[in-house]
Every structure is written in C-alpha cells, then in structure tokens.
C-alpha cells in the first residue's frame, strides 16, 4: 500500500474532528496511513486527539495517528500538511476584539485592526513553520487555514518555497447557498464565478446552460449566507442590486460600518468570548471515552464546512482530479487590474501540480476592483511590518484599511495592541 502522510499543525483546536470525518468520509480517495496530529498545547492536544483516535479506531481505517508537541516529527516526510494555529490563543483573539472597541473601530479576529494585530502574531510564527517544512518537507503541499489566510498565502508565497494554498470555508459556503435558488434538478450543472480577497469576496455571477441568471435573482429578495460568527445583519436587496453581486457576509463590516460597530459594542460578550464558552463545552465532550464521532455542537464554533473545504482539496491534488475550486494563490494573470504576484481568492483548477487561476480577463465591476485593489495595498503593507518589526508600515497598513484609515485612532490603538501583544512581538520592541 502507498504510504500517505497527513500532518496536522494546530491539532488542538476543537475543529480537528471535522477534519478527521472528512479524512474518514473520503477514505477510498485518499489513503491516510499516517496521521500526524502536532500541537504546543498538551492538555488540548490530549483531549482533541483522543476523540481523534477513537474516531479512526471506530471507521476501522488502518492509518497509524499520532500525537505529538514536536514540528519536526509532525511535518518530516509529510505529503499534506494543514495548518490552523493561532497564535496567543483565543485570550489574545479576545483582546483584538475589545482593545478596537474602545477606540470606535470594529474588533474583528480576522479584518480591521482586530485581523491586523492577529496577522502580526502569525506572520512570524507561520513563516517560521515554513522553514521547518522547505527543510523537512520540501515536496510536501501546505494547506493553509490559518487566518488572515489571504495575508498568510501572501507572506507565504512571497518569502518561502513551500507548495502552499491558501483556504476559507467562506467560499464554498457561497458556492452551496447560489445553488440552493436554483431548481434541484438543475443546480448541479451551474458554474458560480467568484472574486475577491479572503473575506472581501463576492459571488458576481450564476451561469446557467451558459446564461447569466443572477441580474434576475437579485431582483428577488432573499437571505445570503452569513457565518456564524458574524453580526445578524442582512444585505438590503437594494444593495444587492446596485452591486449586481452577492457579498461575503464578511463585507457587513464594510457596507453597515456603523450598524456592525454599534451592534459590536452593545454586545455583551465578543465572539471570541462566545467562542470560548463553546470551546470550553466541547473539550468537555471529547474527553468522553465513548464519544468517537463529531458532536453537533461543533457546528456553533462557525467552520461550517471546514473539512469538506480541505480535505476535497487535498483530494483534488492528490488524485490529480482537474477539478475547480475557489482557493487563495498568486493572481498569475487572471484578473488584470491586480498585480500577477498579488495573492487573490479565485476560482482555480486543481491537479496534481496544484492550483492554476482561471483567467477573467472581462471583469469590469469597478466598485469591486477599487475595493480589492485598496485592500490589497493594506495586506502588502502587513505583510512587511509582521517579517521587519517596522512601528512605521504598521502604522500605513492601519491607515490603508477601509475600516481603520483615521490617523489619531490608527496610531494609539496600534500603540495599545503593541503592547498588549509584547510577548509575541518582540521585533517590536528591538528584543
């Protein structure tokens, strides 16, 4: 039997089961005969890879699982590795939360000052991981889900040699909701186009038997998917409308700035907060000896179709399937008006050598393209600031994005996210 390794960087976190089902869901496909679950955390690492296990004793696969603190037993001679680490925990996820609220900026763990402060943390870290695999692993493919994913798949594409795509759960959400208004019977044979950054990202058109059809959907009204973990906002139909597009629901930040905000500090609790409960609750779960399969309460924690989104992927390469899946990587072309280096999320074709965008070179939403290209300016930016250290492409960065952009709140929440991250900064800090 060929042997397949599967490492996991991050295993601790309360999303390993769903990514176990899915390993064990496509087992036929994808013949794991080593699992390699690596985490920093004992104690989680403990808990989440027991339930593991179980789960992998129960579906009677003979792949060996493994539980390790160490980088370089996890990544050595791995052909996949997936890699979900957050850096500071969820402790440091809540600060990026509630330190921007204090200053009237939206605290979100992925976008505004919250995602930047967050990239910060991973920037090195994740690049530090990289070095671990181009030396260990050279021909092994990253995955990665780690947040911002965009910002990652930029750092990691411009500084390192790994073979690395960058993934979001968000778009084949999208994908599925598009399906779900057209008949039944149909929907399989629709193709859905896509653009955008990580968690800036529209669907802009439904083709069906080669028609477009979303201009005649959108003069409906109907609810768009929002993941979980963000505000109970709708997009107006009108808004819709006037884009001729399908927003993420991440793009509520942008659109109901003042709503998002303004819902965000009534809030008693952030989502991290919430996040942290849930956690708490299923760590309780998988400590039990007869659990051996995902709880649904997992399905509250917001990844929704995590696994389907990673595991289908690595499927898809490893089976040199040719199939199309919307993913983060280097624009290469596809969409002229961004650089072909820039890091975009975008429908691509999937083999064997990876994923190769598919080129749009028609598009001509010039809201759309302002919003990327503006965007795209702040990750460079953060990019440069997380590897240098440099207090001063910081401070650009923040003054880059949409939701930041006021000097006086740029500089002093920045100043007071430094500090609350010190231990995790040090280049900051000349240490």
């Not at 403990?46 to 129960?58: K, T, W």
């Not at 791995?78 to 680490?85: E, K, M, N, R, T």
């Not at 280097?330 to 074709?349: K, S, Y």
Request: proline share 6%.
């Amino acid at each position: 039997m060929e042997k397949l390794k599967l490492a996991v960087i991050g295993a601790g976190s309360t999303y390993t089961p769903e990514l176990v089902e899915g390993i064990i869901k496509r087992r036929n496909e994808l013949p794991v005969t080593e699992l390699y679950l690596m985490d920093i955390d004992p104690l989680k690492l403990e808990i989440v890879g027991g339930l593991a296990r179980r789960m992998m004793a129960a579906s009677g696969m003979p792949a060996r699982t493994v539980l390790t603190a160490e980088l370089e037993e996890a990544v050595r001679g791995a052909d996949f590795i997936i890699c979900q680490i957050r850096v500071g925990k969820l402790a440091a996820r809540i600060r990026d939360e509630q330190i921007p609220l204090r200053h009237d900026l939206i605290g979100q763990e992925t976008t505004g000052a919250g995602g930047f402060m967050k990239a910060l943390r991973t920037i090195p870290e994740l690049s530090r991981i990289a070095g671990v695999i181009e030396r260990l692993a050279p021909e092994a493919w990253l995955i990665n889900f780690t947040n911002p994913s965009g910002i990652m798949a930029e750092m990691l594409l411009d500084r390192h040699r790994v073979k690395t795509i960058g993934l979001c759960n968000v778009p084949i959400n999208m994908e599925r909701d598009a399906r779900k208004r057209i008949p039944p019977e149909r929907a399989a044979g629709a193709a859905v186009e896509y653009v955008g950054l990580n968690h800036l990202s529209w669907v802009t058109e439904i083709y069906l038997d080669g028609k477009g059809i979303l201009a005649d959907q959108l003069r409906g009204n109907f609810p768009t998917y929002r993941p979980a973990n963000l505000p109970k906002i709708d997009f107006e139909p009108e808004l819709l409308r006037e884009l001729g597009a399908i927003p993420s629901g991440y793009l509520t930040y942008y659109y109901y700035r003042e709503r998002s905000l303004a819902h965000l500090k009534q809030e008693p609790r952030t989502r991290g907060e919430v996040c942290r409960e849930i956690e708490a609750e299923l760590l309780q779960l998988y400590r039990q000896p007869d659990l051996h399969e995902k709880p649904a309460l997992l399905e509250r924690r917001g990844g929704h179709l995590y696994s389907e989104a990673a595991i289908s992927l690595v499927s898809a390469i490893y089976n040199d399937k040719k199939e199309e899946h919307v993913v983060n990587v280097r624009n290469q072309g596809a969409l002229p008006f961004m650089e072909d280096r820039d890091v975009v999320e975008i429908r691509c074709l999937i083999d064997r050598n990876g994923a190769r965008p598919l080129p749009m070179p028609h598009f001509a939403n010039e809201h759309i393209i302002g919003m990327m290209r503006a965007l795209k300016a702040y990750e460079r930016l953060t990019v440069q600031a997380g590897l240098s250290g440099d207090r001063g492409l910081a401070l650009q960065a923040l003054l880059n994005h949409p939701l930041v952009g006021d000097y006086g709140k740029a500089r002093t929440v920045l100043k007071e996210m430094l500090a609350a991250n010190r231990a995790f900064l040090p280049h900051f800090f000349g240490e």
